[in-house]
T-cell receptor, first 112, second 115 residues
């Protein structure tokens, strides 16, 4: 069964420090992974997806199939990065539907 | 603002009752997804509808049901409510049914409290 693990419930860093939010997955097929972010009192929104290999707000994530990881990184944390971050794996179901399996989330707190 | 709307914002009810949560997808999106977010279970996929038809089912209880109407809005019906059903219920929408790479656009959620 597919599974997403985010081992850290809370990560606290100082402004300007590097950030790495860990995500490990378990999936028998070829994974499609996403990072979603939820800022305080706002709705969940897509941050980035691995297929795009893009950098959003300075964040990047590389899929490592050998380690089954998709860690989210940013070289220099900003105060506005404080939010809840969810790693998610998309799973195509029989019948053509699809669903996102989310990790439990990591609360990132950037301190001055 | 993602364009996905959900009503009501908050709902407080008693055990044994039945409630209906409503979701309007982004204009043009045909798929609607429902998720439940609780402290102990995290974010859990419940069900997906595409253009009026159920297409994927997750950890949805038999006491829960959903439907998508011709105008593409969706309703999640929760019955025989229990204390453990207290959670934040999110709706999301995307353009296609199997668009695995499609972004899902989330609504603000409905917070359900069962007393």
């Amino acid at each position: 069964a597919q599974r997403v693990t985010q081992p850290e419930k809370l990560l606290s860093v100082f402004k300007g420090a590097p950030v790495e939010l860990k995500c490990n997955y378990s999936y028998s097929g070829s994974p499609e992974l996403f990072w979603y972010v939820q800022y305080s009192r706002q709705r969940l929104q897509l941050l980035l997806r691995h297929i795009s290999r893009e950098s959003i707000k300075g964040f990047t994530a590389d899929l490592n199939k050998g380690e089954t990881s998709f860690h989210l990184k940013k070289p220099f944390a900003q105060e506005e990065d404080s939010a809840m971050y969810y790693c998610a794996l998309v799973f195509i179901l029989t019948g053509g539907g699809n669903k996102l399996t989310f990790g439990t989330g990591t609360q990132l707190k950037v301190e001055l | 603002d993602s364009g996905v709307t959900q009503t009501p914002k908050h709902l407080i009810t008693a055990t044994g009752q039945r409630v209906t949560l409503r979701c309007s997808p982004r204009s043009g999106d045909l798929s609607v997804y429902w998720y439940q977010q609780s402290l102990d279970q995290g974010l859990q996929f419940l069900i997906q509808y595409y253009n009026g038809e159920e297409r994927a089912k997750g950890n949805i209880l038999e006491r829960f049901s959903a439907q998508q109407f011709p105008d593409l809005h969706s309703e999640l019906n929760l019955s025989s409510l229990e204390l453990g059903d207290s959670a934040l219920y999110f709706c999301a929408s995307s353009p296609r049914v199997t668009g695995a790479l499609d972004t899902q656009y989330f609504g603000p959620g409905t917070r359900l409290t069962v007393l």
